[in-house]
């Protein structure tokens, strides 16, 4: 569940977004956003993809392995044939297992 894992510190918004697909309509996606008021939060992630891969590559958290957590969500990604330049990267900045 979205909602325990990402509790604390995150914004919940619903909103509409484009799919990359040329022609595809616009969808409602559910997003959560990290805010300064989380203690995790650190503004050098956002800066720096190769930092976040390797804090990625070793958090974890109470629903499990931030690491899992990114792979399952660039699996999901490329089945529903979407892409996102920020996941893409962060996944090929990933130290092996």
């Known amino acids: 569940n979205l909602d325990f894992r990402e509790k604390g510190g995150y914004t919940r918004e619903v909103v509409q977004v484009q799919p990359a697909r040329p022609g595809a309509p616009p969808v409602r996606a559910l997003v959560y956003s990290a805010t300064c008021d989380n203690p995790l939060f650190s503004p050098v992630m956002l800066a720096d993809p190769a930092a976040a891969a390797l804090t990625i590559a070793s958090a974890h958290g109470p629903s499990g392995a931030n690491r899992d957590y990114l792979e ?13 330049a920020h996941v893409a990267a962060l996944m090929r900045l990933l130290p092996p297992r």
């Not at 969500?73 to 996102?84: F, I, K, N, P, S």
């Open 72 to 84: 399952s969500l660039a699996a999901w990604l490329r089945e529903v044939g979407e892409e996102d």
